[in-house]
């Protein structure tokens, strides 16, 4: 068994939002728990799909293992280092090695430099190759990403999607990455172009080795690439597990309602209306819930006659183990 | 079929001129289709293809105005029939040098003017429609019931505020808006985007329209709120039939609510027919656009067999150079050498292959 490459324990970042000086005073400002404690681990060669709805944290629990974002506490182990404790200056070889696609094409990319610029400057911000080796790395860039050569000198807003997201994907790999986080690859792109960019990252997983956490909701491309997948509820992870058994025999209610409710959605066994009618509150950080968070969507809590069990602060569901590489947080879990 | 068509659009062109490429950008380019009362006419397209356009062209809300439109619109309720296409031809002059267009002089304010009296008391009224972005299209200022309701004076018979609000709060409650009372008094800004599109949703039925255009009404929202729209788009159909024009590029959303579907490339419609022979992969003959699009989509049959999805190689067209043949031959399949240089040189009409099912493709109409 290959081991850990990234190792995420007891992650929590919390947003604070002022509401003046007197409340900050007095400690009353309110605080956001974006992420509150998560722990996964993902191995080499591995991608995890980590899914939720917007809001959820997914893209929060991404910029904090880059390190883009300042965690509240919790470690991010890379390689067995904690990241989150390295001085900047030993932070720097960890950098090259891992890498963000960015879910904003357009933010992501210069629009001032053309591709051959963004590409030289990602070669060149670790090693100094000389001209004809940045030259030569930037072609084997362009080959292993599937781009034109002609694409060198156009600007990004001359691009089409797919290509942006191409030469975005290349700029992560000319330091020598090997480990990446892709928020959102695909959800800004078009149909037919969504199936060329999930293809090449298999592709380049295949031929370069690396680990992916692939932050998305779209739930049919999580589920075909990732081979573990972590469904995330109000700043938690609710489950955790391979990806084909998360889909097919989901044990949280969260998850089964995430699946079902996919519009083509599959009849998973014995759920005959998923979710139900007037169950769908909107994620609410500001007035956490007492107990299991989920509780007011949830359509076991209120079938199951609201168990007092379920809303009781002092007994929030912990994330526990139930076998076969699964791990559910949930008093009631699915069989 | 008997049922009379609400709605037929008949070789309409929709073309903008760009200043800077100097060319036209052809975003629709000789559409056809027709919508029976009662019926669901699903147009699904990549972004590019003209499938906004389309809609933007019969309801008369093309912003950046266009250099050319033509075509013909008819929209026929009750016996009264409008012609809704406007010609622009009076507003606007081409300067041509050397045969080429060199440059567009458009009288904009006069064209507006023509649309905006052709429409009056049709858009709103009779058209009404359903946009992308639930919470840019609503007024942050005003309550969401104050908004159902002024539309509700606007478009029927009702004069008085008062029986106006309260119809404003029945369609809260047809479009299941929780707690549709508190919900009246609330801004936008206070309702999840779910909610501020059933509130959109509201707003178009009050006005008990002949004809519904929803563009990308699932778009942007979460993919649990997604599956609740849809389920109350499927049944207001079933309640209120109201005959729809549904524009998505998520053909789950399309294949789910649509009788008939319209899949559109390039500014043309490539394949209309019933929607579950165009949609379903089974279904054959397809176009070969339609057989690599469905193809390119992860479905449940790639997830049990454990195949990846196949792309579609190439790039989405680029209207402003469309090539002399067909429009998908760049990135076609299924060219064979016995018809490649008819499908490159010439174009395919959209031709019957079967009762009511329409293909442009040499493969099929040979």
């Given at each position: 068994m290959s081991k850990a490459i990234l190792d995420v324990k007891d992650l929590k970042k919390h947003y604070s939002r002022s509401r003046g000086l007197v409340s900050a005073l007095r400690g009353r400002d309110v605080v956001i728990p974006a992420i509150d404690g998560i722990s996964f681990y993902i191995r080499e060669n591995e991608t995890m799909g980590l899914v939720g709805e917007s809001g959820c944290g997914k893209t929060t629990v991404g910029r904090s293992i880059m390190g883009l974002t300042p965690i509240t506490s919790g470690q991010v182990l890379f390689d067995g280092e904690d990241l989150s404790v390295l001085p900047p200056s030993r932070f720097l070889p960890y950098r090259r090695q891992m890498q963000m696609i960015f879910q904003d094409l357009d933010a992501a990319l210069n629009p001032k430099m053309r591709v051959r610029s963004i590409l030289r400057e990602a070669v060149t911000v670790f090693d100094r190759p000389g001209n004809e080796g940045v030259d030569r790395r930037i072609r084997e860039l362009l080959d292993q990403v599937n781009l034109?050569?002609?694409?060198?000198?156009?600007?990004?807003?001359?691009?089409s999607g797919g290509e942006k997201r191409r030469v975005g994907i290349a700029r992560a790999l000319a330091v020598g990455a090997r480990f990446l986080v892709a928020?959102?690859?695909?959800?800004?792109?078009?149909v037919s172009i969504q199936a060329q960019i999930v293809n090449l990252l298999v592709d380049l997983q295949r031929d370069l080795g690396l680990s992916y956490l692939f932050i998305s909701h779209d739930l049919r491309i999580v589920e075909l690439i990732s081979h573990k997948v972590a469904v995330m509820y109000l700043g938690k992870i609710v489950e955790m597990g391979l990806a084909g058994s998360i889909a097919n025999r989901p044990l949280h209610p969260y998850t089964r309602m995430l699946w079902s409710s996919m519009v083509d959605g599959r009849s998973l066994e014995g759920s005959p209306s998923p979710g139900g009618r007037g169950t769908w509150g909107s994620l609410d950080f500001e007035r956490p819930q007492a107990g299991c968070r989920f509780a007011s969507r949830c359509p076991v809590y209120r079938d199951r006659g609201r168990p007092a069990v379920c809303t009781d602060p002092s007994t929030e569901p912990e994330l526990l183990d139930v076998g076969r590489a699964r791990k559910v947080a949930c008093h009631f879990p699915l069989q | 079929m008997a049922v009379e068509p609400v709605l037929t659009i008949e070789d309409l062109r929709t073309y903008f001129y760009s200043r800077s490429k100097r060319?036209?950008?052809?975003?629709?380019?000789g559409v056809g289709l027709q919508v029976r009362r009662g019926e669901t006419l699903g147009i699904v397209g990549e972004s590019g293809s003209g499938k906004s356009v389309t809609a933007l062209s019969v309801i008369g809300l093309i912003d950046a105005e266009p250099g050319v439109i033509t075509g013909r619109v008819g929209f026929r309720v009750n016996g009264t029939e409008w012609s809704l296409l406007p010609s622009i031809g009076d507003h606007v002059s081409l300067a041509e040098e050397d045969g080429r267009i060199v440059e567009v002089v458009k009288d904009n304010r006069g064209w507006r003017r023509k649309v905006d009296r052709l429409m009056h008391g049709v858009r709103g009224r009779e058209i009404s429609m359903i946009f992308q972005n639930p919470r840019v299209s609503?007024?942050?200022?005003?309550?969401i019931g104050s908004q159902v309701a002024e539309s509700v004076l606007l478009n029927?018979?009702?004069?008085n505020r008062r029986e106006a609000a309260e119809k404003a709060r029945y369609w809260l409650e047809q479009v299941r808006m929780d707690s549709p009372g508190l919900r009246f008094a609330q801004y936008p800004g206070d309702l999840s985007g779910g909610m501020c599109q059933r509130a959109m949703i509201a707003m178009a039925l009050s006005s008990e329209p002949s004809l519904l255009i929803a563009d990308e009404?699932?778009?942007?929202?979460d993919s649990t709120i997604q599956s609740k729209i849809v389920e109350l788009l499927d049944d207001l159909k079933k309640a209120v039939g109201v005959t729809t024009v549904l524009i998505s590029h998520d053909i789950n959303v399309v294949a789910r609510l649509s009788d008939s579907v319209a899949v559109m490339y390039g500014g043309t419609v490539l394949e209309y027919g019933p929607a579950d022979r165009v949609l379903s992969p089974d279904f054959l003959p397809k176009h070969p656009y339609v057989e690599a699009l469905l193809e390119s989509i992860p479905s449940e049959r790639h997830i049990k067999d454990g195949l990846l999805p196949r792309a579609i190689e190439g790039e989405v067209l680029d209207t402003v150079n469309a090539p002399r043949g067909c429009r998908f031959f760049d990135r076609c399949h299924r060219i064979t050498n016995g018809i490649e240089e008819k499908c490159r040189d010439l174009e395919p009409d959209l031709a019957e292959i079967s009762a009511g099912h329409q293909m442009r493709c040499w493969l099929h109409i040979g």
């Open positions: 034109k050569e002609s694409k060198l000198t156009s600007f990004p807003h001359e691009l928020d959102e690859p695909t959800s800004a792109l078009d | 060319a036209f950008i052809r975003s629709v380019d609503l007024n942050p200022f005003v309550t029927t018979g009702i004069r009404p699932t778009t942007g929202l």
